[in-house]
C-alpha cells in the first residue's frame, strides 16, 4: 500500500516531538513530511505539499485549526485529518464531525488511540483508491447511517445539512454539501452546480428539455433527479468524457 504523506501540525515543542517519535512505529504506514508549529507554516506547507494526512492541532497560537481547514478547503481537495487536542471540547468535536476527520486524539496520544486513528485513515485511503464499494457512515440525526457508496444516487444541500437520497431511502445528514463532497469516493461522485452531487456511474437518460437526470441501481431501482440547467450542462460534458 502507498504510505500516506503526513504533516503533523503542533505549536508546542514537546508534543510535537512526542507524536513524532511515536509515528516512527507507523512507518510502512506513515510518511512525515514536515511538522509546523503554526498555523502560517501549516498553511503554506500544506498548500505546497498537498499531504494525504494531517494530524492537526485544534488551538493553533490562539488560532483555529478548523478555520484553517476552512480556509485550504477553498482552493484543494483536503487531507484526511486526525485532530489533537489537550480539551475534550463538544463544540471541537462537532466540528470534526462535520469536516469528516478520521479521528479526534485527546493529548497526550496513547499508543492504541494512535493505532486506531492511522489504521482507520489507510482504510479510508485504500478505500478511496481502489474504486471498491465503500461503506461509507453519516451523521443523522439521533443516528449514524451507513451506506453502501453505490447505493447512492445523489445527495442535495439543505442549508447547513444535505439529504442523501439512495435507490431505497431518503434521509436528512447533519453535514453540508462542501463537507461531504471531501470524503465521497473521488470516482464517480461529481458536483453538478451548487446545490447538488451525483452518482454519475448510475446516470441512465438525462432530458434537456425537463431538466431531469434518471439514474438506474444495479438491480434496476431508478431515481429522478430535478438539476439545473448548469447541472444538465456540466453532466452532459462530463459524460461526453
Known sequence: MKKLRTIVVEDERLPRLSL????????????????????????????????????????????????????????????????????????????????SAVDYLLKPVGKSELSHAVAKAAQRAAGTGSGEVQKLSFKAVGSTLFVDSEEIAWIKAEGNYSTLVTFGREDLVLESLLSLEQRLPESGFVRLDRSTIVNVKKVSRLSQQERTCTLLSSDGRTREVELSKSGIEKLLSYLAG
Open 20 to 99: 513524532l517519535s511515536k509515528l516512527e512505529d507507523y512507518k510502512d504506514t506513515v510518511e512525515v513530511i514536515d511538522s509546523c508549529d503554526s498555523y502560517e507554516s501549516a498553511r503554506d506547507s500544506i498548500l505546497r505539499s498537498r499531504p494525504d494526512l494531517l494530524f492537526l492541532d485544534i488551538q493553533l497560537q490562539g488560532r483555529d485549526a478548523i478555520q484553517l481547514l476552512e480556509e485550504l478547503r477553498q482552493t484543494m481537495r483536503l487531507p484526511y485529518v486526525i485532530f489533537t487536542t489537550a480539551y475534550s471540547d463538544r463544540k471541537y468535536l462537532m466540528s470534526a464531525i462535520k469536516l
